[in-house]
């Protein structure tokens, strides 16, 4: 299972962690995000303003999800 950090005040939407099955980002992000914190769904894209990092890298330039990845969801105002 992917497991998924959430960081700032996206913990109190999803906790701290979450461990989900999926083989996209956009797969893992929906099956998480029910009230529509973090994707746009009419568009199908996620949210401007959000971070985030798989296996350490910026999304857009590693997109590659296997079963032991972890991602990391950082909202532009988290904090210090």
């Given at each position: 299972m992917v497991k998924v950090n959430f960081y700032g005040?996206?913990?109190n939407y999803f906790?701290?962690?979450a461990e989900v099955k999926g083989r996209t980002l956009l797969e893992i992000?929906?099956?998480?995000?029910a009230n529509n914190v973090?994707?746009?769904r009419k568009?199908?894209?996620i949210k401007s303003?959000?971070?985030i990092l798989i296996d350490g890298?910026?999304?857009r330039i590693n997109s590659a999800i296997n079963d032991e990845s972890q991602?990391?969801?950082?909202?532009v105002n988290h904090g210090g």
């Open positions: 005040p996206l913990k906790g701290n962690t992000l929906s099956s998480i995000d973090l994707i746009e568009q199908n894209k303003g959000i971070i890298m910026d999304w991602i990391d969801i950082i909202p």
